[in-house]
C-alpha cells in the first residue's frame, strides 16, 4: 500500500516541470526594490518590477507608513463589515475618488481581489460577460466566479466585439464588456474610445482593469479612462495599488451605487480582514505626491521612450508595446529564458516569460522601466542586451 501523505500525484507533476525544464526556484530580493537590487546576493539592475514610479522605497511613503502604524496599529483586526472599517480607509478611499475624478472608490486588499469580488456581485445568471482574449488571469478566475454567460473576442479587435455584441445582447439581460487598460504582456493600450461607443450603442456596461494604467497613463498617472477623457462613460475602473503606487491593494472606481452595492456583495471584502494601516497610510502618500506634480510620471515616459530608442535602434524586436512595458521578443521558449540568464550573468535582471502565459513561439524577456532609473543604468543595462543578442545570434 502506498502512502497517500506522501503525495505522489504531486511530485509526478512537480518531476514532469523539471522534465520540461519549467521548474524554477524563487529569485530572493536581499533588499528595497530598487533600480539597482540585491538579487540572490549580487547587485544588478532591476528591469523586471512593476514600481514604475520609485515609490516602493521611497522615504516620504515609508514616513507615512510610519505614522499609520503609530496612530492605527499594525493591523485592523476585523474585516470592514465588523470593526476592520477604520477612518484612514474611509480616507483613502475619498482621496482616491478625487484624484480618479469619479464619484466613489471601493477599495480591495489587492488588484487580483478586486476582480475576484467584483465581476461576480455585478454579474448573475442571465447576464453575459464579453472578455478580450488577453485579459489579465485575475479577470478570468473573477468571470469563473460569476453564474453568467461568458464569450471572448480578438485581442483589441472592434469589428469582433461588435460581431459578439450583434450575435448574442439580445438572449441576455446585462452585458458587461471586460478589458485591460493597458495588456500586461505586449505593453498596447486597450481602444477604449470605441469600445465605450460600443456599449453605448448595445446598451452593455464597460470594466476597464488598468492595473499597468494606474499611476502610468492619463495626467500625473489617473489612468487609461483619464488618458481618452472617458469620465463617467466607464462603469467599472479598477485599479492598482501595488504597481505604480508602490504598495499593496487595488480598487474600484465608479459611481455610488456601484459603491453601495459592493459595500453588501464584494466577498473579498467582506470575509477578509481589510488592508493594514501602515499600507493604506503610503498609499495616501504615493497619491498625494501624484496630485502635486506630474515629475514622476514625466520621468518614467522620459526614461520609457529612451530605453525603447536604443534597443529598437539596435534591431530588438519590442512588439507594438505604446506604454513603459518593453518586450523584447525572442520567440523560441528555451531560447528566451537562456537569453534571460545571459542578462542576469551580466548584471542585468529582466524575467523570461514564455507559454502558457504568452502564445507559443512568442516567448520574450519583458523589460519594466522606471522613473527610478538613470540614464547611465540604461545605458548599461542596453550595452549588456546588446552583447547577449549578439553572443546569442538573435541580433
Known amino acids: 500500500m502506498g502512502n497517500v501523505h506522501e503525495l505522489k500525484f504531486l511530485r509526478d507533476k512537480i518531476q514532469q516541470l523539471k522534465d520540461e525544464g519549467v521548474y524554477r526556484k524563487l529569485p530572493v530580493l536581499g533588499g528595497p526594490n530598487e533600480a539597482e537590487i540585491i538579487l540572490n546576493g549580487e547587485r544588478v539592475i532591476n528591469l523586471s518590477s512593476n514600481n514604475y514610479l520609485g515609490f516602493a522605497n521611497h522615504p516620504r511613503l515609508k514616513k507615512a507608513a510610519i505614522e499609520a502604524v503609530e496612530k492605527y496599529g499594525a493591523g485592523s483586526g476585523a474585516v470592514r463589515t465588523i470593526v476592520g472599517n477604520m477612518s484612514i480607509h474611509e480616507e483613502l478611499e475619498e482621496l482616491l475618488a478625487e484624484f480618479k475624478r469619479e464619484e466613489a472608490v471601493f477599495i ?25 482574449e488577453l485579459n489579465h488571469a485575475s479577470i478570468i478566475d473573477g468571470s469563473r466566479l460569476s453564474k453568467a454567460d461568458r464569450k471572448i473576442y480578438k485581442h483589441s479587435d472592434i469589428e469582433d466585439l461588435e460581431r459578439v455584441l450583434k450575435e448574442n445582447r439580445h438572449k441576455y439581460n446585462n452585458v458587461l464588456i471586460i478589458t485591460d487598460g493597458v495588456f500586461s504582456m505586449d505593453g498596447d493600450i486597450a481602444r477604449l474610445p470605441e469600445i465605450v461607443e460600443l456599449a453605448e450603442k448595445y446598451e452593455a456596461m464597460t470594466y476597464v482593469d488598468d492595473a499597468h494604467g494606474s499611476g502610468v497613463l492619463g495626467e500625473s498617472g489617473r489612468g487609461t479612462v483619464d488618458h481618452f477623457g472617458l469620465h463617467g462613460r466607464v462603469d467599472f475602473s479598477i485599479g492598482t495599488l501595488s504597481k505604480a503606487i508602490g504598495v499593496v491593494g487595488g480598487y474600484v472606481a465608479g459611481s455610488k451605487v456601484m459603491y453601495e452595492w459592493l459595500n453588501h456583495r464584494a466577498r473579498p471584502v467582506l470575509f477578509s ?23 514622476y510620471t514625466d ?47 551580466n548584471g542585468v535582471f529582466v524575467s523570461g516569460i514564455v507559454y502558457p502565459t504568452v502564445p507559443k513561439g512568442t516567448g520574450r524577456v519583458r523589460c519594466m522601466v522606471t522613473a527610478g532609473h538613470t540614464k547611465e543604468q540604461l545605458d548599461k543595462a542596453v550595452d549588456v542586451f546588446k552583447k547577449v543578442g549578439e553572443e546569442m545570434r538573435v541580433l
Open 299 to 345: 520621468r518614467l515616459w522620459d526614461n520609457a521612450r529612451y530605453f525603447k530608442e536604443k534597443l529598437g535602434a539596435l534591431g530588438f524586436n519590442t512588439g507594438n508595446s505604446e506604454t513603459p512595458i518593453t518586450p523584447v521578443i525572442i520567440g523560441d521558449e528555451a531560447k528566451t529564458m537562456e537569453f534571460s540568464r545571459k542578462l542576469l550573468e
Open 273 to 295: 480582514t481589510s488592508l493594514p494601516p501602515a499600507a493604506v497610510g503610503a498609499i495616501m502618500e504615493a497619491i498625494r505626491m501624484l496630485m502635486e506634480s506630474t515629475e
Open 108 to 132: 480591495y486588499q489587492s488588484g487580483f481581489n478586486c476582480n475576484a469580488g467584483t465581476i461576480q456581485a455585478i454579474t448573475e445568471a442571465g447576464d453575459l460577460i464579453i472578455s478580450d
